[in-house]
């Protein structure tokens, strides 16, 4: 997911690795070996299997060129499937034997990984930050914590497939996907924060709010941030005092590293980040080199869990903070009013 933690992660990486036991080390990666080899083994089927039936194809040629097409089909077909089937087996084993370990070996052996687990369906739509439609699926479940913050993330893919029908009666169906990436929950400590609090990239990008209109767009100091995001609450006061400067070039850095569409939503003590676009990777890689490169590119994957935590402050209490600082204001505000107003009447009592 990552798009430029490479290089300031390096020695991150190598500590994690160096921290994994050398026996569980070695098993993880006599699996991802074992991976390469049914991978491999597999390939070298397929294209086997294909030449051979792509040779016979040509004794259709004595039929006619119909039959030869057929054979040539049914030799691509077939080899595809026996690559594809493969393929399937080697992710399947890998993900079931080497992600959860770099889990635990990142966030800590109270972390878990759930390849088919995810979101539930009806906790996507309370979080109203996306549409949700007939087409819902979610996968790869990671849950821990980073510096006394839970957190819980998964892949989510949301949309709607409809049938239609032309004015000749034939049938045609068409699929829309209104979002395609990972939704993450960390816990925030800003509990007092009343209603939701949102902060969308570009509505072009991100789609517009279900919750919010524009006119519940906040604008703030910040040319770049304004307009690379749009924020909404109904409290504007509390939304001044959680966005603080730092808040923002936080936001600005997360975009610049991160790829995928933006939407944070601040709720019920809890900061939720869907990024459309983004996706957990832990399929089996035939490109990787070695099984250490594999291991690498596993916890590269999940660094940037940590950095939302480091990044925008998450295991501090600041937002308490933040909206005791602003009733502060606000009372100290109220009283400079009351001060200036019995002034003004103890003037206007002088006078007469």
């Known amino acids: 997911?990552?798009?430029?933690?490479?290089?300031?992660?390096?020695?991150?990486?190598?500590?994690?690795l160096s921290e994994i036991k050398p026996e569980d080390k070695e098993n993880l990666k006599n699996v991802a070996n074992e991976c390469k080899g049914i991978y491999d083994k597999t390939k070298k089927t397929a294209l086997t299997v294909s030449?051979?039936?792509?040779?016979?194809?040509?004794?259709?040629?004595?039929?006619?060129?119909?039959?030869?097409?057929?054979?040539?089909?049914?030799?691509?077909?077939?080899?595809?499937a026996i690559y594809g089937a493969g393929k399937t087996r080697a992710n399947s084993y890998f993900k079931s034997n080497v992600p959860g370990k770099i889990v635990k070996a990142v966030f800590g052996p109270n972390a878990s990984y759930r390849m088919k687990a995810g979101w539930t369906y009806n906790y996507i739509r309370s979080i109203k930050l996306f549409r949700t439609g007939n087409i819902y699926e979610t996968k790869d479940r990671i849950s821990g914590e980073v510096n006394g913050v839970d957190f819980t993330v998964a892949d989510v893919t949301s949309g709607q497939r409809t049938t239609h029908t032309d004015a000749k009666g034939?049938?045609?169906?068409?699929?829309?996907?209104y979002f395609?990436?990972?939704?993450?929950?960390?816990?925030?400590?800003?509990k007092r924060v009343k209603g939701s609090l949102e902060i969308r990239e570009n509505e072009v990008g991100a789609g517009s709010s279900l919750i919010y209109s524009r006119k519940d767009n906040i604008?703030?100091?910040?040319?770049?941030?304004n307009r690379d995001f749009n924020?909404?609450?109904k409290d504007k006061l509390q939304a001044f005092y959680i966005i603080t400067p730092q808040f923002i070039e936080a936001f600005k850095e997360i975009k610049r590293r991160i790829p995928g569409n933006l939407i944070f939503s601040i709720q019920d003590g809890r900061l939720i980040i869907a990024i459309n676009g983004a996706h957990n990777n832990f399929d089996y890689s035939a490109k990787a080199k070695s099984a250490e490169e594999m291991l690498e590119s596993l916890i590269r994957e999940l660094l940037p869990y940590k950095w939302f935590v480091d990044i925008l402050n998450l295991d501090e209490d600041f937002g308490q903070k933040a909206l005791a600082e602003a009733k502060a204001k606000e009372q100290s505000a109220k009283s400079r009013n009351d001060e200036e107003e019995k002034n003004i009447i103890d003037s206007i009592k002088e006078e007469f």
């Open 170 to 177: 034939h049938t045609y169906t068409t699929v829309t996907y």
């Open 180 to 190: 395609q990436g990972i939704v993450a929950q960390y816990e925030f400590n800003s």
């Open 1 to 16: 997911m990552a798009k430029d933690l490479k290089e300031p992660n390096d020695a991150k990486i190598n500590y994690i």
């Open 219 to 225: 604008d703030f100091e910040d040319i770049v941030f």
């Open 51 to 80: 030449a051979i039936l792509f040779s016979l194809s040509f004794f259709g040629l004595f039929k006619d060129t119909t039959t030869f097409i057929i054979l040539i089909a049914i030799s691509i077909f077939v080899g595809i």
């Open 231 to 233: 924020v909404y609450s």
